[in-house]
């Protein structure tokens, strides 16, 4: 009787799932959150379009060689930012070099080896590290990197100096220094100072806590199950970290280290107080002497005339663009990469 009876019901129609929001609360955080996004690229894009106003008169007057010219005389219409770029380069590949074994170091060791209470005290002391003002890092290393790291950059020019870069005709020979006499110990070493090398330690310090940060969170969203399944098959501590955790987090690696990258081209305070500005193409990362954009409109905007501003201008959206073309090709790298997914299915 009961299976003829079940035989006789209609067939149950599909039951419908809603997917528009339905509560107030649900419509009012969805018009927030797309009318933050919407904000945010309309400021950008004004920033963008303001520069680019602002750079007009500049780029008429320089035409093609502003990209090409080494010296920032705008009064005498010669200018071109040649030689601050390649500085403003350098200085975020030094940083770079010396932040991201730093900050992988420091990440891995803090989701992976530290105890729970020494692990929470890193995590504060490292997002801390990130508030400390960029005045304080530039002081620092003026008055204590500076007289110790001297030592240093005479011994990498006189082991290194050899090294030689053929692509690149500035920087034949990155670690020579010109005019310095290397055989006499007691010569001056005024010629190790404000380098591009001390610049960039400085920033890279100042970026580590940044890098770090994002590793952290993509290493601790590595599947717990691919986690328990290598030390099932015998992997070690770091047999796992290393076919698990740095495989999973290698899109984090690299978008962290590009935003520490794109972080280290705009600083300004730090690196102004720690180079002596030169305006030549400077490709001896140990000698005296280097620039950068953001330095170059920190020390010339009090001072510059209609079209010294207006090249200034032209300067920062050259930065501009080129931190955004960084950060645009982080946030590509990450979007397509496995890192922060989940697998524990």
């Given amino acids: 009787m009961g299976n003829d009876a ?11 799932i809603p997917t528009a929001p339905r509560l107030a609360s649900d419509r009012a955080f969805g018009f927030v959150s797309k009318s933050s996004g919407v904000l945010v690229l309309a400021l950008m894009s004004a920033v963008g379009l303001f520069l680019a106003l602002r ?47 730093l900050a992988l170091g420091t990440a891995l060791y803090i989701s992976e080896y530290a105890p729970p209470h020494v692990k929470r005290s890193l995590v504060s002391v490292v997002d801390l590290m990130a508030a400390v003002p960029s005045v304080i890092y530039g002081l620092w290393g003026l008055y ?35 005019g310095a006499d290397l055989g006499d110990p007691l010569a001056s070493r005024t010629l190790f100072t404000s380098s ?3 610049a960039g330690l400085v920033v890279g310090l100042m970026v580590t806590p940044i890098v770090s940060s994002i590793m952290r969170e993509v290493f601790s969203r590595a599947p717990a199950g691919e ?23 290698v899109g984090g690696i690299i978008g962290g280290t590009m935003l520490g990258l794109g972080r280290a081209l705009g600083e300004t305070i730090a690196v ?38 207006s090249a200034l201008m032209a300067a920062g959206l050259a930065l501009f663009l080129l931190t955004l073309l960084v950060n645009f090709a982080a946030a590509t790298i990450v979007a397509r990469s496995r890192s922060g997914a989940t697998g524990d299915a």
């Avoid at 079940?6 to 419908?16: H, K, Y």
């Avoid at 050899?162 to 670690?175: A, D, E, G, I, S």
């Avoid at 986690?227 to 015998?234: F, H, I, Q, S, V």
């Avoid at 400077?282 to 002497?289: C, D, R, S, T």
């Fill in 6 to 16: 079940s035989a006789t019901l209609p067939p149950r129609a599909p039951r419908t």
């Fill in 55 to 101: 750079a007009v008169p500049a780029l008429a007057d320089a035409k093609g060689s502003f990209l090409t010219t080494a010296d920032w005389q705008p009064d005498a219409h010669h200018f071109g930012i040649a030689a601050v770029m390649v500085g403003t380069i350098l200085i975020g590949l030094v940083a770079v070099l010396l932040a991201v074994p």
């Fill in 144 to 178: 204590f990197l500076t007289p110790h790291i001297t030592g240093v950059s005479r011994w990498m020019a006189t082991y290194l100096g050899w090294v030689r870069v053929p692509w690149l005709p500035h920087m034949l020979r990155p670690f020579e220094v010109s």
């Fill in 196 to 198: 591009t090398l001390i």
């Fill in 227 to 249: 986690r328990e399944g290598a030390y099932a098959l015998g992997a070690t501590k770091w047999g796992m970290i290393r076919s698990v955790i740095l495989p999973f987090g």
């Fill in 272 to 309: 102004y107080l720690v180079i002596s500005p030169v305006f030549v193409i400077q490709g001896h990362v140990l000698q005296n002497g280097t620039s950068s954009i953001s330095s170059l409109i920190a020390l010339r905007y009090g001072e510059a005339s209609s079209l010294g501003i």
